[in-house]
Nanobody, 126 residues
Framework: QVQLVESGGGLVQAGGSLRLSCAAS????????MGWFRQAPGKERELVAA????????YHTDSVKGRFTISRDNAKNTVYLQMNSLKPEDTAVYYC???????????????????WGQGTQVTVSS
């Protein structure tokens, strides 16, 4: 059974940094693309960043470009989201996700993701 467990969320002041981690288990992690999503209160869930199986190709949504970086360590079965220069509008529950199939490249459509973590809260105070 595939499990994704996020950690690293918390409360931080604007301008601060956090690093989220997502530990995967239950299958061969290195074969699968991964993604980070977030959902703020009253808003739809949105893709923040995505990465292909190798870590060579990444995607970051415009609002986080230059501030957030997705990466992965296949030896540790973990994907990361380094978040710098945090803003109050980054406040949300952050989820990692993975598809059920082995697909090339990174995935930018939510419907392509099948497995989801439980989420970790990130709160940025002004």
């Amino acid at each position: 059974q595939v499990q994704l467990v996020e950690s690293g969320g918390g409360l931080v002041q604007a301008g601060g940094s956090l690093r989220l981690s997502c530990a995967a288990s239950g299958r061969t992690f290195r074969n699968y693309a991964m993604g980070w999503f977030r959902q703020a209160p009253g808003k739809e869930r949105e893709l923040v960043a995505a990465i292909d199986w190798s870590g060579s190709h990444t995607y970051h949504t415009d609002s986080v470009k230059g501030r957030f970086t997705i990466s992965r360590d296949n030896a540790k079965n973990t994907v990361y989201l380094q978040m710098n220069s945090l803003k109050p509008e980054d406040t949300a529950v952050y989820y990692c996700a993975s598809p059920s199939a082995i697909l090339a490249g990174f995935l930018t459509s939510e419907h392509e993701y099948h497995y989801w973590g439980q989420g970790t809260q990130v709160t940025v105070s002004s």
